[in-house]
Every structure is written in C-alpha cells, then in structure tokens.
C-alpha cells in the first residue's frame, strides 16, 4: 500500500520543478523581443536511420545583431525549405536565448514535466484517498 | 490544434475513468468480503519449468464454499498452502469474486491519471492563449 505514496511524491517534487521552470519561461516572454528567423542552412547529424536535418535559422534582431537558432526536431528529409520564416522570441540582454514561437517551443520543459507530474500526483492520489476502501474487513465511508 | 484535441481526449477520459472508479468504490463499498485460504498449488510446465497457480477456498455469508483460481502462476511459488487473502464479491454471486488488493483499482487510475495529464496539457494551451492573446 506504500506504492501511491512512490508516485505521489516524485509526482509533487516534478510539479515544483515544473512550474519553477514555467516561471522561468513566463519572465522569458515578458522580457522578450520577437523577431523573423529564416532557414539559411541545415545541421546534419547521422544515427541509426542514417542522417538527418535540422534547421538553422538566421534571426536579425532589433538592433541589427544576428542569432543563429537550431531547430531541436530533426528529420530526414528536411521538413523545412531554405528561406522558409518562423517567428522567434529573444531576449535582447542575452542573444541565444531564442526560442521559436509555438505553445511547446516556449514551455517544451514544463509542458513534459507538468504533464508526467499530473500523472503521478493523479495515480497516487487516489490509492491514497481510497486506501481504506482497500483494507480487509473495514467497512469505510468516506 | 493538437492541444484541443488533448483537451477534448482529456475530457472525456475524466468524466468515464471518474464513472469507472466510482462504481469500483461502489463496490468495494457494498461487496461482501470473506478470507480465503490456499488449498491446492495447481503445477504447469512451461519451458522445462514448473510453475505454480494457487486455489483459494473461501465461504461466503450463505455458508456455501467457493474456489477462487488465481490469475497468475509463479516459479517458484509465491504461496503456501494455507496462506490467507481477502475476496470481495457481490453476495448474488460469489462464484465471480475477485481478490480485495489495490490491482482492483489499477485500470481506473490509470485512466484517470492519462485523462488528468491530457487534460492539464491541453488547458495550459487555452490559459496561454487566454493570457496571451496573439503572441502565437
């Protein structure tokens, strides 16, 4: 029966880790400056299923700087076309802090973590909420 | 687009898995309970191996015995003749009984548990959206 609490507490130590980074992730985009990045090449990196691509985009920022971002999704062939655009946030303090601009290139950590942490918390909960339901000849209500 | 649909997978998941677990404690709740006690190790070879099934026998309340075979076999034994377990059933029919353990509750939990991070998932995407608004 001390199983639930196995799940529950690294599911609650991974929600604080989570929405640390999410707090990270939120003072990322309010200090952030967006910017168009085009794919001006490609990262090549070979593995079992031969080689695949990465994008790398060049981002020209406000004050004329150019960062240079490489797309963490490879694939074979490329799924991105040379001088194809994407939009991109920065942080003009720091250049490569770029991220591209969708839902999981913004919080892709919190998002994974958050959703292994609702899992956990969720499963042990509810050993833990009905675990007298569990034991032999109590009759419980809750 | 794909988060809606997690939100709307995640939904639905939670309204049946909550429907699922309540009538698993609704059972729990209700159901008659009895020991039982292992009377026989039921041998299988497998392999050049033998693996051992147990038979519970337990009585329920119409003082009618009745025998429980156990799903899983092991090598070796991880019964004893004369070990005992609790068995919940519904009192219309003992011959269904299951063994009172927290596998009873595995398949609703863990549905609940995918549903939730489905759920939570696709929800961060509308709450973003909402406090976001034209940022994507």
């Given at each position: 029966?001390?199983?639930h609490?196995?799940?529950?507490?690294?599911?609650?130590?991974?929600?604080?880790?989570?929405?640390?980074?999410?707090?990270?992730?939120?003072?990322?985009?309010?200090?952030?400056?967006?910017?168009?990045?085009?794919?001006?090449?490609?990262?090549?990196?070979?593995?079992?299923?031969?080689i695949?691509?990465?994008?790398?985009?060049?981002?020209?920022?406000?004050?004329?700087?150019?960062?240079?971002?490489?797309?963490?999704?490879?694939?074979?062939?490329p799924?991105?076309?040379?001088?194809?655009?994407?939009?991109?946030?920065?942080?003009?303090?720091?250049?490569?802090?770029?991220?591209?601009?969708?839902?999981?290139?913004?919080?892709s950590?919190?998002?994974?973590?958050?959703?292994?942490?609702?899992?956990?918390?969720?499963?042990g909960?509810?050993?833990?909420?009905l675990?007298?339901?569990?034991?032999?000849?109590?009759?419980?209500s809750? | 687009?794909?988060?809606?649909?997690?939100?709307?997978?995640?939904?639905l998941?939670?309204?049946?898995?909550?429907?699922?677990?309540?009538?698993?404690?609704?059972?729990?709740?209700?159901?008659?309970?009895?020991?039982?006690?292992?009377?026989?190790?039921?041998?299988?070879?497998?392999?050049?191996?033998?693996?051992?099934?147990?038979?519970?026998?337990?009585?329920?309340?119409?003082?009618?015995q009745?025998?429980?075979?156990?799903?899983?076999?092991?090598?070796?034994?991880?019964?004893?003749?004369?070990?005992?377990?609790?068995?919940?059933?519904?009192?219309?029919?003992?011959?269904?009984?299951?063994?009172?353990?927290?596998a009873?509750?595995?398949?609703?939990?863990?549905?609940?548990?995918?549903?939730?991070?489905?759920?939570?998932?696709?929800?961060?995407?509308?709450?973003?959206?909402?406090?976001?608004p034209?940022?994507?």
């Amino acid at each position: 029966m001390r199983y639930h609490l196995a799940a529950l507490i690294p599911g609650i130590c991974l929600l604080l880790v989570a929405l640390y980074i999410l707090k990270g992730s939120l003072d990322f985009i309010d200090k952030s400056e967006r910017a168009v990045g085009k794919v001006t090449g490609w990262s090549e990196s070979s593995g079992d299923g031969g080689i695949t691509y990465a994008p790398v985009f060049t981002i020209v920022t406000r004050s004329g700087h150019e960062i240079y971002y490489t797309h963490t999704v490879t694939s074979a062939p490329p799924s991105w076309e040379m001088g194809e655009e994407a939009d991109f946030l920065y942080d003009p303090a720091d250049a490569d802090s770029a991220r591209i601009l969708t839902y999981f290139g913004l919080f892709s950590w919190s998002i994974v973590l958050l959703g292994v942490a609702a899992f956990l918390i969720t499963y042990g909960g509810v050993f833990c909420m009905l675990r007298a339901y569990l034991r032999p000849g109590i009759n419980v209500s809750l | 687009m794909v988060y809606l649909i997690f939100l709307f997978l995640g939904t639905l998941g939670l309204v049946l898995s909550i429907r699922s677990l309540r009538a698993s404690v609704d059972f729990l709740k209700n159901a008659e309970r009895a020991t039982g006690r292992v009377i026989e190790l039921v041998e299988s070879s497998d392999d050049g191996e033998t693996f051992y099934r147990p038979v519970f026998e337990f009585t329920a309340k119409d003082q009618q015995q009745y025998h429980y075979r156990h799903h899983k076999s092991s090598a070796p034994s991880s019964w004893e003749i004369g070990n005992e377990a609790v068995f919940i059933f519904d009192p219309a029919d003992p011959g269904e009984a299951r063994m009172l353990g927290s596998a009873m509750l595995n398949w609703p939990a863990t549905a609940l548990a995918v549903s939730m991070t489905l759920l939570v998932t696709g929800l961060g995407y509308v709450v973003f959206r909402l406090c976001y608004p034209g940022l994507l």
